[in-house]
Structure formats: C-alpha cells, structure tokens
C-alpha cells in the first residue's frame, strides 16, 4: 500500500517557538495533503487542505498564520505550527491523496507537546 | 449535515466474538465510506471503504454493511482477536473536486477484544 511518512513523531518545545512538521508520500504523487489534529480520546479534525503548488484552504476556526502550510512539491507538505503555546500541543497527523485515487493515505502523526 | 454519527462510544467483545460498530450520516451527496483502525499514537489506517453502489462488501474478517435508504453503514468485525482492539472510525466524503474530497469523520469507537 501507499507509504506516507511524517516527521519528527515527537516533538517538544518551549513556548513562543515554532515547529515544523514533514509530510511526505514516499510511493506515489500526492496532488492534495490533509492535516488534522485529534486531542486524546477524540476524532480527527481537518485543519487545512493543501494542494501543490496553490495556498492551503484552512477549516473554520483554524489560524492560518499560525498554522503555515507549504505544499511546495507532489510529495512534501509541511505544517509549521508558530508560536507555539501549550494550548497547541496535540497530535497532528497529515494525510495524502493520491493523485490518481480518491483515497487518503495518513501518516504515523506528530504528538507535539509545548512547555 | 456533514456530520457523521458514529456508536457505540466503547465496546468490549470476547475473543471469537462479532464486533459491530455503526455510522449514520446526513448528506446524501457523500458516495465514499471508509474505516480507519487506529492504535494509539499511530495515525489512522484504511480498513476497509465502501461505495454507495453496493449494499455489501467483506475483506477478510472485515465487512461493510451498506444501507442507502437508512443512511446508515456499520463495520462487523468477525472473529474478533485481541490484536484488533483499537479505534475505529468510520468517515464519509464526497468525491467531486470542488468539495476536495474531504473526509468526515465519526467520533470513534473503542474497541477491546478480551481474550
């Protein structure tokens, strides 16, 4: 099955820095990446929608200059949480679409933890 | 209308036992339903996904259950292992571009196979 890849899966940081998280498809050419955030015990939600080479679209609710979004190639998207405060740490897992199938393909996921 | 109900909260199964696991949704545009296994601090994984055009479909010890009428489908897990107790999701999208085939997801369902 299709492969992707995500980076670091942990991360800890001081408030007020950034974190820049990687998603990658290892296997195929992704058009569209997702990036979600799921708190403990809950469902996933979607953040943003990235696709290559145009801006990200953000969820409702969601700060698009504090959550970056470059989708600069087919394969890589990154999500660079800015400032981050304590009330950001989550689990934040990507997904991919491939470009010739209508079904995503999701990442291990980052738990971030801000201090 | 986009959301997507999914039951039971928790649900302990013997081992060798059917788990059943139900979604209803409200959006009749949706014509992709997919379940996702997820253990902890792992990303989700595809299961099993079904579309609208068949009432029924069996992978394994896995099969979707389709109901277009009732706006309902439901995974059953059969011969449930210890190995198998996680959380599923079920989710729904619709498969136009414009709508960017955007998963909703249903609030999860943990599972736990005693043995």
């Known amino acids: 099955g299709a492969v992707v890849s995500q980076h670091p899966s942990w991360v800890i940081c001081k408030s007020g820095t950034s974190v820049k998280i990687e998603c990658r498809s290892l296997d195929f050419q992704a058009t569209t990446m997702f990036w979600y955030r799921q708190f403990p015990k809950q469902s996933l939600m979607l953040m943003a929608t990235?696709?290559?080479?145009?801006?990200?679209?953000?969820e409702q609710g969601v700060e698009k200059d504090k959550f970056l979004i470059n989708h600069a190639s087919l394969t890589l998207s990154t999500l660079t949480v800015t400032s981050a405060h304590p009330e950001d740490s989550s689990f934040y897992i990507c997904s991919a679409r491939a470009q010739t199938k209508n079904i995503q393909y999701f990442g291990a996921g980052t738990r971030l933890s801000v201090l | 209308q986009q959301q997507v109900k999914q039951s039971p909260q928790s649900l302990i199964v013997q081992k060798g036992g059917i788990s059943i696991i139900n979604c209803a949704y409200e959006?009749?545009?949706?014509?992709?339903f997919p379940w996702y296994q997820q253990f902890p601090g792992k990303g989700p994984a595809l299961l099993i996904a079904?579309?609208?055009?068949?009432s029924e479909k069996k992978e394994g010890r896995f099969t979707i259950s389709f109901n277009k009428s009732a706006k309902q489908f439901s995974l059953h897990i059969m011969d449930s292992q210890p190995g198998d107790s996680a959380t599923y999701f079920c989710a729904a999208s619709q498969g136009a571009m414009e709508y960017g085939n955007k998963l909703v997801f249903g609030a999860g369902t943990i599972l736990r196979v005693k043995s």
């Open positions: 959006n009749t545009a949706f014509d992709y």
């Open positions: 079904i579309r609208p055009d068949v």
């Open positions: 990235s696709n290559e080479g145009s801006k990200a679209t953000y």
